[in-house]
């Protein structure tokens, strides 16, 4: 850490890592872009294509004048899988499985990343370098300051970044936000996200376990240490796995908390976050919370996101755990926006619905745009202004998930009673408290043996934001940060 910082205000222009001392990337000016016309075609290599990218193969395959010319994957057996689609279509697609050897091709214009959250940020920077556009699944970063380096690289660069946050491209929702801001509910009390979510354990194991053939593991790995594979599943239980996941307030909590700061209309950090939660239920190896608060004070309003991975009670654990999970006011996951004279629903990523404070539909609103559509259309006319997700919103909408993750991880163990006594006289904290100790107890969970963790509360200082607070606070700065090992480091660090 330097002696001497300067300012997070001055990261972007600045062109380094203020509160970690990381040096400019070198670029002399942002590359130069060309207009593309409606025929020309667009070049696409889809990287991570296990799961979730599948979805993008699929999404820009169908797209006019939008061509899936690569994909990247560890694993050679989902490759083979996912390049035998293609051969029968009689289609020509080339297969890597180092994201590396996709840079300097000059047969692509853009990259879809659907890889673990901890490869987001790296692959994002190393495309923008090298002149790529990019389409990022969320959270953007793994931790806060690799969404720095994200929105710097695409603005030095003058690259097209857009997040996978899909609900940004739903006119119902965007029109349902814009009638709530023009008064029509009155003024904002609290934007609150769900996130109600059946997550079961995911096993424990005493050593470390095989890796499944034909993955590299070295490149599955990436920026993160590399340590031997302890748990059952390398696939998908990354998740809640610290090192490489974030869990569920990172990985379905960030499209609720983008909504609710997109309903508050809020463009910056917030200025106090806490996070009271734990992993309930099980012992297992996940080490993330699967039941949790997080508190973001806001200038309009509070956001409060509620995780909770357990089922209604003990006896749906045992019956039917995915289809038995509680609700608020009928959303599992999703928000509501609770105003002077009524509350907004946003139920999902493509609809709205607006009550009276007498609980009476007023209003609704449904439909959403082509997300993956929008992204072209921005690559084409070459204007980060087209995106419905630029880069810096996700950022911004990851960066509250990844305070919560800090305050969590700096708390301690509490009992109910000092919880109570923490969050005393905060009456929306006090409740959604009540209500997350009744869920525990449905569940047989006696929490007074099973502790809660109570978050540090992380309060911005004097005239610097959240992050220069902890930058100059924190003693382990890997909270904020994590610059990767060799040869998996991030530019300049």
Request: aromatic share 6%.
């Amino acid at each position: 850490m330097s002696s001497s910082r300067p300012t997070r205000r001055t990261f972007l222009g600045a062109g380094g890592a203020a509160l970690l001392g990381i040096t400019p990337l070198g670029r002399a000016a942002p590359r130069s872009r060309t207009v593309m016309g409606s025929e020309e075609e667009i070049r696409i290599a889809v990287v991570g294509i296990r799961s979730r990218g599948r979805s993008h193969i699929e999404g820009f395959r169908n797209l006019p004048n939008v061509r899936v010319v690569a994909l990247c994957d560890v694993d050679a057996g989902i490759l083979a899988r996912e390049a035998a689609k293609f051969e029968e279509r009689g289609e020509k697609i080339q297969c890597v499985a180092d994201f590396r050897e996709l840079l300097n091709r000059s047969d692509i214009d853009a990259v879809s990343l659907a890889t673990p959250n901890h490869w987001h940020a790296l692959q994002t920077v190393w495309a923008c370098e090298s002149g790529l556009d990019v389409y990022v699944e969320k959270p953007v970063s793994h931790s806060f300051l690799e969404g720095e380096l994200m929105v710097r690289a695409a603005s030095q660069n003058n690259r097209i970044v857009q997040t996978g946050t899909q609900s940004r491209s739903s006119q119902a929702i965007q029109e349902a936000i814009d009638w709530m801001h023009a008064g029509n509910l009155g003024s904002i009390k609290i934007a609150r996200g769900f996130c109600y979510k059946p997550r079961q354990s995911i096993g424990k194991v005493n050593a470390a376990q095989e890796i499944p053939e034909g993955i590299n593991y070295n490149l599955w790995t990436g920026p993160a240490p590399l340590v031997p594979l302890r748990r059952r599943n390398l696939h998908y239980d990354w998740h809640w796995d610290s090192a490489t996941g974030n869990g569920d307030l990172g990985n379905q909590g960030v499209h609720q908390v983008d909504l609710c700061r997109w309903a508050l209309g809020e463009k910056g950090l917030p200025s106090e976050v806490l996070s009271i939660g734990g992993r309930m239920g099980y012992d297992d190896d996940g080490n993330t919370p699967n039941t949790q608060l997080l508190w973001c004070r806001y200038p309009t309003a509070p956001i409060l996101f509620e995780v909770r991975g357990l089922p209604k009670n003990l006896k749906a654990q045992k019956e039917d755990w995915g289809g038995r999970m509680d609700r608020y006011e009928g959303i599992g996951i999703g928000v509501i926006v609770e105003c002077e004279r009524g509350k907004l629903h946003l139920p999902n990523y493509s609809s709205a619905e607006a009550f009276d404070s007498d609980g009476n539909s007023i209003r609704k609103w449904n439909g959403a745009r082509n997300h993956f559509e929008n992204f072209v259309a921005a690559v084409r006319s070459g204007n980060s202004n087209d995106l419905s997700a630029e880069i810096k919103e996700g950022h911004l909408s990851a960066a509250p998930c990844h305070f919560g993750a800090i305050s969590h991880s700096l708390g301690q163990q509490a009992t109910a009673a000092e919880i109570q006594r923490s969050i005393a006289g905060v009456s929306y904290l006090e409740d959604a408290f009540a209500r997350l100790t009744q869920h525990l107890q449905s569940n047989e969970i006696d929490i007074s043996s099973s502790l809660l963790t109570l978050g540090r509360k992380l309060t911005a200082g004097g005239e610097n934001d959240l992050a220069e607070t902890l930058g100059a606070d924190l003693a382990r700065p890997n909270l904020l940060f994590r610059p990767g090992r060799q040869p998996f480091r991030f530019p300049g660090t």
